[in-house]
């Protein structure tokens, strides 16, 4: 009865590779984010969809790619991977100017 | 635009005592507030949130925030700190028809029995 799923919840892979992490929320909300924490646990916005349309694509490399096949799922595909990708992913929806519920987060390795 | 500064990235408090976890503000609209807790290797719960009813908001686990507008404030305390307090603290701040949230650099509650 998860309201909003990450998958994996580990990822580990070498540098220059492409990996993709899923996610997937059942509380029927229009706007779904992509937060990456650092070591410090500072949270930075990537982006956020709005009943999947891009409405917030805040300043990362191009090789982050998300993709909203539906207004429930927003996944994250990442071209490349360097070490510095080596963080805590989240997932989050929210209604419109409402709290967000957040995944339980990817924590991505890069070696 | 719209802002939130967390005071002291490192709060220690004895078990027991008074938590203050400090945040501010600034919006050009009127701010939605919240409160979020991140406890070891999990995503974010949130604690509280202030939507423009009362200004004294309470939340889960003993915590509540007062809404301080002449101050721009929005700090977090609890009367006595339990060792399952300690964890990761973000305020976040949202205009009332917003889609994106600003969170703070995050506040980090040891406890200390």
């Known amino acids: 009865d998860t309201a909003v799923s990450q998958t994996p919840k580990y990822l580990v892979t070498q540098m220059g590779n492409d990996k993709s992490i899923k996610c997937e929320q059942n509380l029927g909300h229009d706007t779904m984010y992509w937060y990456k924490q650092d070591s410090k646990k500072f949270l930075k916005i990537m982006f956020s969809y709005n009943n999947k349309e891009l409405i917030i694509n805040e300043t990362v490399p191009n090789r982050f790619s998300p993709k909203s096949p539906d207004k429930a799922h927003l996944n994250l595909h990442i071209n490349s991977l360097e070490l510095g990708d080596s963080a805590v992913y989240f997932c989050?929806?929210?209604?419109?100017?409402?709290?967000?519920?957040f995944g339980p987060g990817t924590r991505l390795t890069v070696t | 635009a719209q802002s939130v500064t967390q005071l002291g990235s490192h709060v220690s408090v004895s078990e027991g005592a008074l938590v203050l976890l400090r945040c501010n503000y600034s919006?050009?609209?009127?701010?939605?507030l919240f409160w979020y807790v991140q406890y070891p290797n999990q995503g974010l719960q949130l604690l509280l949130k202030?939507?423009?009813?009362?200004?004294l908001v309470k939340g889960i686990n003993g915590f509540e925030a007062e809404f301080k507008k002449s101050e721009t404030s929005f700090h977090l305390t609890k009367p006595s700190a339990h060792m399952s307090d300690a964890a990761e603290y973000f305020c976040a701040v949202t205009g009332n028809t917003g889609n994106q949230f600003y969170f703070g650099t995050g506040t980090s509650l040891t406890v200390i029995p």
């Open positions: 989050a929806s929210s209604p419109p100017g409402n709290e967000q519920y």
């Open positions: 202030y939507t423009s009813a009362a200004t």
């Open positions: 919006s050009s609209v009127p701010p939605y």
